[in-house]
């Protein structure tokens, strides 16, 4: 395939083969309890250096509580795929957690001042090329071809190649596959071998969870292997791909999960103030590095009243239930 | 008849929304202007139209406007949809041809509608002012049949050459600059809304042309907020103002907090005058 013109992004070298030995070494097809707390998902998947992903972003089914546990566990120099996300770096860069970042789009607070002070690396993409690389890491591939990125500064700066079609003999674009060390996805439903559902608009769940050689699941329920084989239509995410359940009811706050509760407003509005205002060292402080684990922030520093009202201001209900 | 007064997004938002077919489809920005546009044409002249969001829902019938934030229920901006879908889902509808129009809003576009969403001042490695980066505005530019832009008639945002591409307008303005860079055929930007005029592009040359001027601005007064000469088409038509109907929706049911339609200045027409 003649390549008529290459991005000079940095990007990882896809390998399929390596994901495929992980997987076959790594991957457990036994039917067994990976239910474990967010502390030991996070000690045991996430190492120094990872490559790290998630689905959703913290307004919406985002894994907001194992961020939390990523950064109250100092993990460092983290690669982070930033997809649809809004404070979601932003808390990572403020728990110097992160080296470097593949952007698709981010909300522009800490993020930016980052970037412009050049404390972070970066490479450019878009959010549906992010997807996009996650789906060919997904489908065992080292890159698939795309209408869009050609001709622009992100293909510039980015690991696209221009190449020549062989069967064609016209102009496309390929990107490089993206399997992530690390994928957190937070769902409505999962039972204790990983076997999870995720209701509403999708963004990425199956392909962030599948590219992965470690994933780790939270969950607002758990649910018994029956109830999953009652529905098996429902299932996202089967258990193979997964490497631990964290049982996590509210594992989106301050973000929203829409069927079940709504964003605490005043809580985002604090994120937001403290990302431009660069005093997320200290609203971590308060919300992350002060407390042992999620449950103990939650119950001490929100309280149920305050969650009881989250899931009443939630009054959709329509298509976020089995 | 008395007169009327509204914002400079107010006035965006109803041309654009003027733009709507019933019968066409569109991949909109998730928030803001571009989904308010969208919104206020359903509510007015085009009820049933097809519209996506890059998080894969398909033809909401949304609550309020504020897709990534709401203030009530989590689910409003998605409720009633045709399909909960997936990212790359959008992607492969509109890379087969699917997707009419994208409505995008920028920091910057130039004369060949290419526009720029990533940095503003210095250079890529040491940016001035960073901004969020291309989002999903670089497969919408790429792979819709046509772009509409939503840009603020600023000399500092209508520019000779952005200083980034983002995403992609007619690149150089060389023919067939964009297929040769691997984009699908036929495809490129389509308007231009800012404040006070709407823009083209010229066939031949893929140059920005200026086709209406709003009944508040003057040609000067348009040239004079542009970084470059646009072609100018003749003659030039005039761009209808608001109507109440669409401001009064606006203000009391699209975005009863004001957050977005209240942003820039104020404009104030009297037709008897």
Redesign the interface.
């Known amino acids: 395939m003649e390549v008529l013109a290459s991005g000079t992004g940095s990007y990882r070298m896809p390998d399929p083969d390596g994901h495929r030995e992980w997987v076959r070494t790594h991957k457990s097809r036994e039917l067994k309890s990976k239910v474990m707390s967010a502390r030991e998902a996070v000690e045991r998947f996430v190492g120094d250096g990872d490559y790290l992903g998630y689905d ?1 972003c913290m ?2 089914r985002g894994p907001v509580a194992l961020y939390r546990e990523i950064i109250r566990q100092r993990k460092r120099n983290l690669w982070l795929a930033v997809r ?1 996300s ?1 404070l979601d770096p932003a808390l990572f860069i403020a728990g110097e957690c992160v080296e470097g970042i593949d ?6 607070g800490t ?3 980052a ?2 002070q ?1 404390k972070i690396k970066y490479s ?6 992010m ?2 690389r996650q ?1 060919a890491g997904a489908m065992g591939l080292p890159f698939l071809p ?10 510039q ?1 980015s690991g696209t190649k ?1 190449v020549r079609d062989p069967y064609t003999s ?4 390929i990107i490089p596959a993206l399997n992530l060390d690390v994928a957190l996805v937070h769902v409505y439903q999962c039972d204790e071998y990983g076997n999870a559902r995720v209701f ?8 962030t969870a599948s590219c992965a050689r470690k994933l780790i699941i939270s969950t607002e329920e758990i649910v018994s292997n029956e109830e999953i084989r009652r529905q098996p239509h429902l299932t996202t995410i089967p258990y193979y791909m997964v490497d631990a359940v964290v049982h996590a009811p509210f594992g989106s706050y301050p973000g ?4 079940l ?3 605490d ?1 005043d809580a ?1 509005a604090e994120t937001a103030v403290a990302d431009r205002a660069g005093t997320l060292g200290e609203y971590l402080e308060k919300w992350v590095y002060g407390f042992e684990s999620d449950e103990e922030m939650l119950d001490k520093l929100v309280g149920a009243k305050k969650l009881i009202a989250l899931q009443r ?8 239930q089995a | 008849m008395s007169g009327i007064s509204f914002t400079q997004a107010e006035y965006i938002i109803c041309a654009v929304a003027n733009l709507i077919e019933h019968d066409k489809s569109y991949w909109v920005a998730i928030g803001g202007q571009p989904l308010m546009s969208v919104m206020l044409a359903r509510r007015l002249h085009a009820p049933d139209v097809c519209f996506v969001v ?4 398909v033809s909401p019938q949304p609550t309020t406007a504020s897709a ?9 901006p ?4 045709i399909a ?5 889902t ?2 492969f509808n509109c ?1 087969m041809g699917y997707y009419d129009y994208g409505v995008l809003d920028c920091l910057e576009v130039d004369m060949y509608g ?1 526009i720029n969403s ?1 940095f503003l001042g210095g250079d ?1 490695e ?14 919408i530019a ?2 819709c049949w046509r772009t509409i832009i939503l840009a603020e008639q600023e000399k500092r945002r209508y520019r000779k050459r952005v200083q ?5 307008g007619y ?1 150089d303005g060389s023919p067939e ?8 055929v036929g495809t490129g930007p389509y308007r231009v809304v800012s404040d006070m005029a709407t823009f083209g592009f010229d066939e031949e040359t893929k140059r920005m042309k200026l086709l209406a001027l709003t009944p508040w601005a003057t040609l000067d007064e348009v040239l004079q907020e542009m970084d470059f000469e646009p072609l100018i088409a003749e003659p030039l038509e005039q761009a209808p103002p608001p109507t109440e109907e669409q401001l009064t929706i606006l203000r009391s049911e699209i975005d009863p907090s004001g957050r977005s339609i209240g942003r820039g200045k104020w404009f104030e027409y009297d037709p008897g005058k």
């Open positions: 959703l307004v919406r649809f809004l952007i698709g789009w981010f909300s522009p993020t930016s001042r970037i412009e050049g450019e993409w878009s959010n549906s090329a997807v996009y789906l795309l209408r869009y990125l050609g001709g622009s500064d992100v293909f700066r221009l016209k102009e496309i674009c509403g608009p999708g963004l990425s769940p199956m392909e929203s999960m829409p069927g509760y709504g964003i407003t985002i201001k939630e009054t959709i209900k329509e298509g976020y | 890059e998080d894969g829902t990534l934030i709401p203030p009530d229920a989590a689910g409003a998605y409720y009633r949809a909960w879908k997936d990212m790359n959008m992607s890379a290419n990533s890529w040491h940016p001035q002012r960073r901004f969020g980066g291309a989002g999903g505005a670089n497969e790429s792979m980034f591409i983002t995403s992609p690149l600059a964009r297929e040769r860079a691997g984009l699908p």
